[in-house]
């Protein structure tokens, strides 16, 4: 996919996790609801990025691929975390399936807990790619010849 078309999914993504992130806002029920969105745009990222994830297992001597492949790992983990726990304190979606989530009390700590350390994670994620992000702006680009050629990669393996 082109570069373009990355920074769209990411974008995307980053504005559906800013309204996911905030219950008390937009009220739970569209909380879990976009949540469930979240998730499925979460693998459309992954999938576009494909090439990134096996190129960079194919160079995983390269201490910055290696550190980058570490957080994109501990980011799922965390990812996957939240959006098991949030299904097992669900009060709108589960309950439409007939179920009732045991264990309310074990679930929304570790829920609570996993939501806050994703914002560190993917704060932490943003930060690592910032040159390829500010690559994409368009005076940046009109600045810096290098950037006009699609499919260059970063420091940190990522495709601009």
Not at 1 to 22: C, E, F, P, Q, R
Not at 99 to 128: C, D, E, T
Not at 150 to 157: A, I, L, R, S, Y
Request: aromatic residues 10%.
């Amino acid at each position: 996919m082109k570069t373009s078309g990355n920074l769209i999914i990411d974008l995307l993504a980053t504005i559906i996790y800013i309204v996911a992130a905030n219950p008390l806002i937009t009220g739970w029920a569209v909380h879990e609801w976009v949540s469930i969105g979240l998730l499925l745009v979460f693998v459309v990222h992954c999938a576009t990025h494909f090439d990134w994830i096996v190129s960079t297992f194919r160079h995983r001597g390269e201490r910055v691929r290696t550190a980058n492949l570490a957080l994109d790992v501990a980011t799922l983990i965390v990812f996957m975390v939240c959006m098991v726990s949030g299904l097992m304190v669900s009060r709108h979606i589960v309950p439409l399936f007939g179920f009732v989530s045991p264990g309310y009390f074990i679930w929304n700590p570790i829920h609570s807990l996993s939501a806050k350390l994703l914002l560190a994670l993917l704060i932490v994620h943003g930060v690592a790619h910032w040159r390829w992000f500010a690559s994409l702006l368009p005076w940046r680009r009109a600045l810096s010849p290098q950037h006009e050629q699609e499919g260059m990669e970063d420091e940190t393996g990522m495709d601009e």
